[in-house]
């Protein structure tokens, strides 16, 4: 295919933004990117009655904060009914279409004759070669002339070419009596007008891509490149379920996962880079490729996500990780951080990130950062904060207090009243962890100090062992 790549997200806003819907989304939107191609959103509206803005403002959100943004406008495709409507009145006019007038009772006798006689109960209008003349002034349904004999070929670029027997098609309703366009002819008709050249979605479209079909045919219109994906499993093999992870795009937001590790993860969910796990947006729009999905479904797997989501923390500017942190705690309705502790935070945030796999847990690290004094000890950190080491930390209080506050002196020092006292370093960490953190698991001890700096230290160090 010559020309721009233009590939499109097609969601139905009837509920949030799922995990399967983001990942079809990343795929067409790498997909779009790494060929300088355009990534387009239209929004299946046409079930008025399950549609809601709340929906669609929950896709739109989901997909922003994915970071998957679309070109131009997002397209109503309710918005395009009289569009869809001409289409139709066009196969009219081409002699591809035809007005049927059978009636639901006439329809449903027909089926039930089928059934007796054991023949194919797709429907066979009477009107499908009637004289236009002898069309009763009744209302009517618009029914493609689907093709009797003879096999459809969907070219499928994941599931290969896929045939579907004509005498499988019925004349489908294209235009209902009200006027109303169908939804297939509504996909047909937008995915031809936005110059959509690659469908990328679920499998489960795949039997309405036999029909779409017939409409791209009749029409004369070019079939774009089709790709059918296989359905997002549970790490046992089956469907998804809420159990699984089968959650709102939303609730991963809520769980503090970064958005980068989101689509690294949602990128090998179904797609793969020879044994890549772990890579940027740079390198996966880079390598996105249909021929790399495969061909079964995708097991979804929460300690994967985890790991990726700690090498994307891991690998975040501080800066950037700091404002997507705002953005966390902002999305879930979390005090704001205030400048003086953003900037605390900021000069924290490289002891931080090491192996926090999401902001909750980037918190909880940042705890002895936030922390005001006095600092309350937990359980264990009491515990270490007996007689004898708090004579220890009186000790150490006076010589920290002249020391260069870089982290070869601390260690220079603290190692000297550890040897002092014939302990090992590491007997001195717990209650030093214990008066700086008011707890036994921090980052490193010198990470603590240099990040609160000499007067906090002391002060800390000088109430725990008062
Ligand atoms: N609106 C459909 C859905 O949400 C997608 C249709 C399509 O991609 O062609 O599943």
């Known amino acids: 295919m010559n020309g721009q790549v233009v590939t499109r997200f097609a969601p139905s806003p009837t509920g949030f933004l799922h995990i399967g819907g983001a990942r079809t989304a990343l795929f067409n939107w790498l997909y779009a990117r790494g060929r300088g191609g355009k990534f387009l959103l239209r929004i299946e509206d046409t079930d008025r009655e399950r549609s809601t803005p709340e929906a669609t403002q929950a896709i739109l959100d989901g997909l922003d904060w994915l970071g998957l943004d679309h070109d131009g406008e997002a397209v109503s495709q309710a918005a395009g009914a009289v569009r869809h409507a001409e289409v139709a009145k066009t196969l009219l006019d081409k002699g591809q279409a035809y007005k049927c007038f059978s009636t639901q009772e006439e329809i449903q006798a027909f089926r039930e004759k089928a059934r007796e006689e054991k023949r194919s109960t797709l429907f066979q209008s009477p009107w499908r070669d009637a004289d236009p003349a002898d069309h009763p002034d009744a209302s009517y349904v618009i029914r493609i002339k689907a093709p009797r004999e003879g096999q459809t070929v969907i070219r499928d670029e994941v599931q290969g070419d896929v045939t579907i027997g004509n005498d499988q098609l019925d004349d489908m309703v294209l235009l209902r009596s009200d006027g109303s366009p169908v939804y297939m002819l509504a996909v047909v008709v937008d995915d031809h007008d936005m110059g959509v050249t690659h469908v990328i979605r679920g499998d489960d479209h ?49 769980m503090g996962y970064p958005a980068a590790g989101m689509r690294n993860y949602l990128a090998r969910l179904g797609w793969s880079h020879g044994d890549d796990e772990y890579f940027s947006d740079e390198q996966a729009k880079a390598w996105f490729d249909i021929s790399g999905i495969g061909k079964s479904p995708a097991r979804f797997d929460f300690k994967k996500l985890e790991n990726l989501c700690g090498q994307h923390i891991a690998a975040t500017p501080d800066a950037a990780l700091l404002q997507e942190l705002r953005a966390y705690l902002a999305a879930t309705g979390q005090a704001p951080l205030d400048d003086a502790t953003a900037d605390l935070m900021l000069g924290a945030m490289y002891c931080l990130k090491d192996r926090a796999k999401t902001f909750p847990q980037l918190l909880e690290k940042a705890e002895f950062a936030l922390a005001r004094r006095p600092i309350a000890p937990d359980e264990k950190a009491a515990k270490a904060l007996d007689s004898v080491s708090r004579g220890i930390l009186s000790e150490l209080t006076p010589q920290l207090q002249n020391a260069s506050w870089t982290r070869d002196e601390l260690e220079a020092v603290a190692s000297r009243v550890a040897e002092a006292h014939g302990i090992g370093f590491g007997k001195l960490a717990a209650p030093l962890r214990a008066a700086l953190a008011g707890r036994t698991v921090t980052p490193s001890v010198f990470d603590m100090m240099l990040v609160l700096g000499r007067d906090e230290t002391v002060a800390r160090l000088g109430e725990a062992s008062a």
Do not use: F
Not at 219 to 230: D, F, L, S
Not at 231 to 236: A, E, M, N, T, V
């Open 206 to 254: 795949l039997n309405n891509a036999a029909r779409q079909m017939l409409i791209y045919e009749a029409m004369g219109w070019e079939v774009p490149v089709w790709a059918h994906i296989p359905l997002i499993h549970g790490p046992d093999g089956k469907k998804l379920s809420k159990r699984h992870g089968a959650l709102g795009v939303d609730e991963y937001q809520r």
